[in-house]
């Protein structure tokens, strides 16, 4: 069976053909890139119209590459928590809303969940800024018409392709309304948002396909008859793409951003293992859950700072940064983009400290790409508190890929777990075909994971 791989980033949108056994075909791989709107206020969005052509676009460059023959089942990664308000025209009312903004509050007037350790409990999430509960209220009060219904990402642009694009349980789960156990909309975090009946989308049955328009099966023939798979969250594709799919293996993914998540075998209906307070919980599907911590900053660190500081490039910058480990470290607060949940903190909260005049471009960046490890090792002792031993940890994402020296920095503060790195570039997709074709538990025995060298 072939497969198409969607992978709707925050800063690219890929699509790539894989084979039966999940590898990517040659040269069968689009991308675009993607450029997400952000301000001194906490702004982070996409333009929806703009990011659906993007999709579009990669679709006709497989499709001229003559990659679309054959393939019978699309699977897709999206990222988790976005939200988009529509008219009742189905157009969009705005921007899309990502996990990187960080205006929304809850309104004046509102009071949040009455037994949060509850609400936590049964959703994975907050009364936080990040999620649907809150952000639906303050996206109403700023509506530039009367709202029809709210979509995620995953719902707007799979909306426009398909004849039906109903929201997965792990897309539903990212918007914090989700109870993971009955895998229904939870009354309280609704009543909360404020959604009254027909504004979320409906939920997608287990085992849900859906299929091309017409007028899309004729602009790409060959996905005439491809069953399309309900989306999957990024993070939890990437666990799956990163071969870590129970207790024993924890995946560190850097992508964009970061995050430390162990995934569990927790089909629908049955109880939920104990959730930390300070970790989120989502659905991978109607029979996993993904736990864990994820950071506004990741990869966007990186690239800051090679826009910023005029870093040297590739190999030279590698070596400096082996150098620069040798000399006194700065201190660094690295969030940037603010806390994601459950912390409150707004974006522009990133501090440098310890600076000199002998100082350089690189010993910031090896503070800043530090930190970041060090926030992932304090998360993962607290993922680990009801485990039996430390976990393995597989480094995985495009961050990850692109400097050996970072791998080498998670691999010593992560110590004395053993560290892993998966080569593979492209965790998500290849997680997500991998859920999309029911062979979650096949990823523990995925190649590609080795050594975290060069």
Same mark, same amino acid.
């Given at each position: 069976?072939?497969? /198409?791989?969607?992978?709707?980033?925050?800063?690219?949108?890929?699509?790539?053909?894989?084979?039966?056994?999940?590898?990517?075909?040659?040269?069968?791989?689009?991308?675009?890139?993607?450029?997400?709107?952000?301000?001194?206020?906490?702004?982070?969005?996409?333009?929806?119209?703009?990011?659906?052509?993007?999709?579009?676009?990669?679709?006709?460059?497989?499709?001229?590459?003559?990659?679309?023959?054959?393939?019978?089942?699309?699977?897709?990664?999206?990222?988790?928590?976005?939200?988009?308000?529509?008219?009742?025209?189905?157009?969009?009312?705005?921007?899309?809303?990502?996990?990187?903004?960080?205006?929304?509050?809850?309104?004046?007037?509102?009071?949040?969940?009455?037994?949060?350790?509850?609400?936590?409990?049964?959703?994975?999430?907050?009364?936080?800024?990040?999620?649907?509960?809150?952000?639906?209220?303050?996206?109403?009060?700023?509506?530039?018409?009367?709202?029809?219904?709210?979509?995620?990402?995953?719902?707007?642009?799979?909306?426009?392709?398909?004849?039906?694009?109903?929201?997965?349980?792990?897309?539903?789960?990212?918007?914090?309304?989700?109870?993971?156990?009955?895998?229904?909309?939870?009354?309280?975090?609704?009543?909360?948002?404020?959604?009254?009946?027909?504004?979320?989308?409906?939920?997608?049955?287990?085992?849900?396909?859906?299929?091309?328009?017409?007028?899309?099966?004729?602009?790409?023939?060959? /996905?005439?008859?491809?069953?399309?798979?309900?989306?999957?969250?990024?993070?939890?594709?990437?666990?799956?793409?990163?071969?870590?799919?129970?207790?024993?293996?924890?995946?560190?993914?850097?992508?964009?951003?970061?995050?430390?998540?162990?995934?569990?075998?927790?089909?629908?209906?049955?109880?939920?293992?104990?959730?930390?307070?300070?970790?989120?919980?989502?659905?991978?599907?109607?029979?996993?859950?993904?736990?864990?911590?994820?950071?506004?900053?990741?990869?966007?660190?990186?690239?800051?700072?090679?826009?910023?500081?005029?870093?040297?490039?590739?190999?030279?910058?590698?070596?400096?940064?082996?150098?620069?480990?040798?000399?006194?470290?700065?201190?660094?607060?690295?969030?940037?983009?603010?806390?994601?949940?459950?912390?409150?903190?707004?974006?522009?909260?990133?501090? /440098?400290?310890?600076?000199?005049?002998?100082?350089?471009?690189?010993?910031?960046?090896?503070?800043?790409?530090?930190?970041?490890?060090?926030?992932?090792?304090?998360?993962?002792?607290?993922?680990?508190?009801?485990?039996?031993?430390?976990?393995?940890?597989? /480094?995985?994402?495009?961050?990850?890929?692109?400097?050996?020296?970072?791998?080498?920095?998670?691999?010593?503060?992560?110590?004395?777990?053993?560290?892993?790195?998966?080569?593979?570039?492209?965790?998500?997709?290849?997680?997500?075909?991998?859920?999309?074709?029911?062979?979650?538990?096949?990823?523990?025995?995925?190649?590609?994971?080795?050594?975290?060298?060069?």
């Amino acid at each position: 069976m072939t497969i /198409l791989a969607l992978d709707l980033g925050t800063s690219s949108v890929r699509g790539l053909v894989l084979d039966a056994d999940v590898a990517p075909c040659p040269g069968a791989l689009a991308r675009r890139k993607v450029h997400p709107a952000t301000g001194e206020d906490g702004a982070g969005t996409l333009d929806g119209p703009g990011y659906l052509a993007c999709l579009t676009e990669c679709l006709d460059e497989l499709a001229a590459g003559g990659h679309l023959r054959d393939v019978e089942l699309v699977a897709t990664s999206v990222q988790w928590h976005s939200v988009l308000p529509l008219g009742g025209d189905g157009e969009p009312l705005g921007p899309v809303l990502t996990w990187l903004d960080t205006r929304p509050e809850p309104l004046a007037e509102a009071a949040g969940p009455a037994d949060p350790d509850a609400f936590h409990e049964r959703t994975g999430t907050w009364w936080h800024r990040c999620y649907w509960s809150v952000r639906l209220p303050w996206l109403r009060e700023r509506a530039g018409g009367r709202i029809g219904r709210f979509v995620g990402l995953a719902e707007y642009v799979l909306g426009a392709l398909l004849d039906e694009a109903p929201m997965s349980v792990s897309m539903a789960s990212g918007a914090g309304l989700l109870d993971l156990r009955r895998l229904d909309w939870d009354a309280e975090a609704c009543e909360l948002a404020g959604v009254r009946p027909g504004e979320l989308p409906a939920l997608a049955p287990r085992r849900w396909h859906g299929r091309l328009r017409p007028e899309h099966a004729r602009r790409w023939p060959q /996905l005439a008859d491809a069953r399309w798979a309900a989306p999957v969250g990024d993070g939890a594709a990437s666990n799956v793409g990163s071969g870590c799919v129970d207790t024993s293996r924890a995946a560190v993914t850097v992508g964009t951003s970061a995050a430390v998540r162990l995934l569990q075998a927790v089909p629908a209906g049955t109880p939920l293992p104990p959730l930390p307070a300070q970790l989120w919980r989502y659905r991978v599907d109607h029979e996993h859950v993904v736990t864990g911590a994820a950071y506004s900053s990741g990869g966007n660190l990186f690239a800051w700072a090679d826009r910023e500081l005029r870093l040297p490039a590739a190999a030279e910058l590698e070596a400096a940064l082996a150098r620069a480990t040798e000399g006194p470290r700065i201190g660094v607060n690295p969030r940037f983009g603010g806390d994601r949940p459950p912390g409150r903190a707004p974006a522009g909260c990133g501090e /440098l400290r310890g600076l000199s005049f002998d100082t350089t471009a690189v010993d910031l960046l090896a503070g800043l790409m530090t930190s970041v490890c060090r926030l992932v090792a304090d998360d993962l002792v607290v993922l680990e508190s009801g485990l039996d031993q430390p976990t393995e940890v597989v /480094l995985g994402g495009g961050a990850m890929a692109a400097s050996a020296w970072w791998r080498g920095a998670f691999t010593e503060v992560l110590a004395p777990r053993t560290v892993r790195y998966q080569h593979n570039p492209e965790v998500g997709a290849t997680g997500a075909a991998l859920v999309a074709s029911h062979r979650v538990a096949e990823a523990a025995r995925l190649g590609g994971i080795g050594g975290t060298g060069g």
